[in-house]
Antibody, heavy 116, light 112 residues
Framework: QVQLQESGPGLVKPSETLSLTCTVS????????WGWIRQPPGKRLEWLGY???????NYIPSLKSRVTISVDTSKNQFSLKVTSVTAADTALYYCVRVKTGTVDYWGQGTLVTVSS | DVMMTQFPLSLPVTLGQPASISCRSSQGLVYSDGNTYLNWYQQRPGQSPRRLIYKVSNRDSGVPDRFSGSGSGTDFTLKISRVEAEDVGIYFC?????????FGQGTKVEIK
C-alpha cells in the first residue's frame, strides 16, 4: 500500500519561503513521477508541478519562477519550495504520485496559511 | 488550460437510488497515444482523495462495481447505480491529457 505524508510548517509569513516535504512509504520513489497539488480555500484543485526520480521537473507556467520541487531518493522523499509567498498561496497542499495522465495516490494534505 | 465544468455541484440522493455526475471539458481529451485521460476521485470527509476511475471507464482495484464511468470527446459521466451511506463525500474529475492537468469544481454527494 503506497502512502504519502506531507510535513512542514503550517504558518508562513508573507514574502518568506514555504517548504514542504513528502515522505513516501510502500513504494520506491525511484522510477516514478511525484508531484504537488494544492487547493486554496473555496477554489478548485490546481497543479504546482511534478518531478521524476532523476530530478527532471515540470512546473505550471504561472508559478514557474517561484516553485522548486526536488527529490531525495536516499530518503524516499521529495520536497516543495514556494518563494515570496502571499495570502494567495494559502491552501491545502497535497503530495501525489503521478502516472501517465493520472494521479493514483494522494497524501492526507497539509494546510499552509500565509499570514504575519 | 483546459477548463473542466462539473455538475451538479450538490447532489442530495436517497439511499439505494442512482446518482450521476458530469464533467465537460473545454476541448477534447484524446491524448497523442490514443488514450483519454479522464479520472474520477472520491474524497470522503476527513480523508484524502481516492481514485475510483481512470481512462474514462476503468475501475480501480477495490472500487465497488456500483461505480461506473463513461463518456468520450468532451462529455464524461460518473454513475453510482445504488447510493450507499459510505458514498457520502466530494467527487471530482481530473483531465490528464493536457498539461497542466485540470480539475472539476467537485460535487458534494449527501444523503437526503
Amino acid at each position: 500500500q503506497v502512502q504519502l505524508q506531507e510535513s512542514g510548517p503550517g504558518l508562513v509569513k508573507p514574502s518568506e519561503t514555504l517548504s514542504l516535504t513528502c515522505t513516501v512509504s510502500g513504494a520506491s520513489i525511484s522510477g516514478d513521477y511525484w508531484g504537488w497539488i494544492r487547493q486554496p480555500p473555496g477554489k478548485r484543485l490546481e497543479w504546482l508541478g511534478y518531478i521524476y526520480s532523476d530530478g527532471s521537473t515540470n512546473y505550471i507556467p504561472s508559478l514557474k519562477s517561484r516553485v522548486t520541487i526536488s527529490v531525495d531518493t536516499s530518503k524516499n522523499q521529495f520536497s516543495l519550495k514556494v518563494t515570496s509567498v502571499t495570502a494567495a498561496d494559502t491552501a491545502l497542499y497535497y503530495c501525489v504520485r503521478v502516472k501517465t495522465g493520472t494521479v493514483d495516490y494522494w497524501g492526507q494534505g497539509t494546510l499552509v496559511t500565509v499570514s504575519s | 488550460d483546459v477548463m473542466m465544468t462539473q455538475f451538479p455541484l450538490s447532489l442530495p440522493v436517497t439511499l439505494g437510488q442512482p446518482a450521476s455526475i458530469s464533467c465537460r471539458s473545454s476541448q477534447g481529451l484524446v491524448y497523442s497515444d490514443g488514450n483519454t485521460y479522464l479520472n474520477w476521485y472520491q474524497q470522503r470527509p476527513g480523508q484524502s482523495p481516492r481514485r475510483l476511475i481512470y481512462k474514462v471507464s476503468n475501475r480501480d482495484s477495490g472500487v465497488p462495481d456500483r461505480f461506473s464511468g463513461s463518456g468520450s470527446g468532451t462529455d464524461f459521466t460518473l454513475k453510482i447505480s445504488r447510493v450507499e451511506a459510505e458514498d457520502v463525500g466530494i467527487y471530482f474529475c481530473l483531465q490528464g491529457s493536457h498539461w497542466p492537468g485540470t480539475f472539476g469544481q467537485g460535487t458534494k454527494v449527501e444523503i437526503k
